[in-house]
């Protein structure tokens, strides 16, 4: 073997060494690139998942801060107003005030689900025919519209995370 031969075999011995390398060092980035993708990926998860956490807390301020007393105020003045006037009613059925009326139209809008409570109570109302009945309507009132609101008062309750 003469020496042209020998440099031709170190020069590509040497290439040889070089595309291993090059390949190796192309594996190892390909390899940081996708550990850099699954980081990030990582990230944007995570700043979505704080974006949303945020955002309930926003929502459950605005119930809790806003929503949640106007209801409750609601609901109360209806509850209070259609009492004092059952308590004073001197024929039957009752013709309500447009103070209840407006008291109930807002129930209606804060606690939907209670209008069949409201119809119930309203069709029991038109048909009472004696004073004396006036008990019936108490106890619609008492045992089936006053729980429908306060149930649907305690769907307002901010939502918790579990």
């Given at each position: 073997?003469?020496?042209?031969?020998?440099?031709?075999?170190?020069?590509?011995?040497?290439?040889?060494?070089?595309?291993?390398?090059?390949?190796?060092?192309?594996?190892?980035?390909?390899?940081?690139?996708?550990?850099?993708?699954?980081?990030?990926?990582?990230?944007?998860?995570?700043?979505?998942?704080?974006?949303?956490?945020?955002?309930?807390?926003?929502?459950?301020?605005?119930?809790?801060?806003?929503?949640?007393?106007?209801?409750?105020?609601?609901?109360?003045?209806?509850?209070?107003?259609?009492?004092?006037?059952?308590?004073?009613?001197?024929?039957?059925?009752?013709?309500?005030?447009?103070?209840?009326?407006?008291?109930?139209?807002?129930?209606?809008?804060?606690?939907?689900?209670?209008?069949?409570?409201?119809?119930?109570?309203?069709?029991?109302?038109?048909?009472?025919?004696?004073?004396?009945?006036?008990r019936l309507l108490r106890d619609d009132f008492n045992q089936k519209l006053i729980p429908t609101v306060?149930?649907?008062?305690?769907?307002?309750?901010?939502?918790?995370?579990?």
């Amino acid at each position: 073997m003469d020496a042209s031969s020998i440099g031709l075999i170190i020069s590509l011995a040497i290439n040889l060494a070089q595309i291993g390398l090059a390949f190796h060092k192309q594996k190892i980035d390909s390899e940081i690139k996708k550990e850099e993708i699954k980081a990030d990926s990582q990230d944007k998860e995570a700043n979505r998942k704080h974006e949303i956490d945020k955002l309930t807390l926003n929502e459950n301020a605005y119930i809790s801060h806003h929503l949640l007393p106007s209801a409750r105020k609601a609901c109360l003045d209806y509850i209070a107003i259609t009492w004092q006037e059952m308590d004073t009613a001197k024929i039957v059925p009752i013709t309500f005030s447009q103070q209840q009326r407006r008291a109930e139209a807002n129930v209606i809008l804060y606690c939907p689900n209670s209008l069949d409570e409201i119809s119930s109570f309203n069709e029991i109302n038109a048909s009472l025919t004696r004073l004396g009945q006036l008990r019936l309507l108490r106890d619609d009132f008492n045992q089936k519209l006053i729980p429908t609101v306060a149930n649907e008062l305690e769907s307002f309750q901010p939502k918790t995370k579990q």
